[in-house]
Nanobody
Framework: EVHLVESGGGLVQPGGSLRLSCAAS????????MTWVRQAPGKGLEWVST?????????YSADSVKGRFTISRDNAKNMLYLQMNRLEPEDTALYYC?????????????WGKGTLVTVSS
């Protein structure tokens, strides 16, 4: 059974940093693209970033986070990460880890329960 468990969220001041983690199990992690998606309070889902499968990975990021957020993966540990720097109040959201497809971002067929990031002074 596929499981995705996020951690690392919390309260941070504007300009600060956080590192989110996602522990994956129940599938061959290295075979899949992996994605972070967020949902701000009262708003819809927003795609954040995707990392390609395997070891020579490609990275795709939303314009809103480019230059501030970095997605990465550790295939040996079945872990997905999101390093978030220069955080802004607009980054406040519930952040989800999702399993993407074997060839691209879609489909996102399994999701974790999310970890809450609050950016506030």
């Amino acid at each position: 059974e596929v499981h995705l468990v996020e951690s690392g969220g919390g309260l941070v001041q504007p300009g600060g940093s956080l590192r989110l983690s996602c522990a994956a199990s129940g599938f061959t992690f290295t075979n899949y693209y992996m994605t972070w998606v967020r949902q701000a309070p009262g708003k819809g889902l927003e795609w954040v970033s995707t990392v390609g499968r395997g070891y020579a990975v490609s990275i795709y990021s939303a314009d809103s986070v480019k230059g501030r957020f970095t997605i990465s993966r550790d295939n040996a540990k079945n872990m997905l990460y999101l390093q978030m720097n220069r955080l802004e109040p607009e980054d406040t959201a519930l952040y989800y880890c999702a399993r993407s497809g074997v060839d691209g971002i879609i489909p996102m067929d399994y999701w974790g329960k999310g970890t809450l990031v609050t950016v506030s002074s």
